[in-house]
């Protein structure tokens, strides 16, 4: 019985660590619904108020062959703590396949070079990677990482800001489905 208990052991990490078994990328359609939770902001570009609590809407809906995500920040930083201050950011994307599986791109992208923002989401295994670029006068870009993960907890987001490949805030935080 021992033998038959490593030996399966021993399968299951072989099997594990396998690509062809690896897990299978999700389809888009995974991710539609609506989403609502909070996480927590890690600032590089404040002194006072490096942490900040923020709350999170996310719904993500088919838009002809590919998807549209709006998404809606709640940021809650400084001032005095019985009356904080509260600033609320939207944003949506459209985003249609390119002809890679698993990779879009976005409507109202431009040249970067122009003053426009580039946007491009990537699909990998449980992963919606969402990528927002700008370039300003002096050449100096800033990427905006998006990635929002599927479990049976619901949606993990990370979001990363980086200015001139310097860290300038992490976001992490949990959404769960609220409805389709």
């Known amino acids: 019985m021992k033998r038959i208990s490593l030996t399966l052991a021993f399968l299951f990490a072989i099997a594990a660590g396998t690509p062809a078994l690896a897990q299978q990328a999700l389809p888009i ?4 619904g609506s989403w609502t939770g909070g996480g927590v902001s890690e600032n590089e570009d404040s002194i006072f108020f490096r942490s900040t609590v923020r709350d999170f809407d996310v719904t993500i809906r088919p838009a002809g062959t590919g ?6 920040t709640v940021i809650r930083k400084g001032g005095n703590p019985d009356k904080p201050d ?9 985003l249609m396949p390119t002809g890679t599986p698993g990779v879009f791109h976005g409507t109202d992208s431009g040249d970067p070079l122009s003053g426009k923002e580039v946007c491009w989401a990537r699909l990998d295994k449980n992963t919606l990677s969402l ?13 905006q990482q998006y990635d929002r ?13 980086l200015s001139d490949g310097d860290r300038q805030r992490e976001v992490i935080g949990r959404l769960v489905k609220s409805g389709k």
């Open 29 to 32: 359609g995974a991710f539609f």
């Open 67 to 72: 998807f549209r995500i709006d998404w809606t």
């Open 86 to 94: 509260i600033r609320r950011r939207k944003s949506s994307k459209t």
């Open 131 to 143: 990528f927002l670029m700008t370039v300003d006068s002096d050449g100096i870009y800033t990427l």
């Open 149 to 161: 993960t599927l479990s049976g907890a619901g949606m993990q987001l990370t979001f990363k800001s």
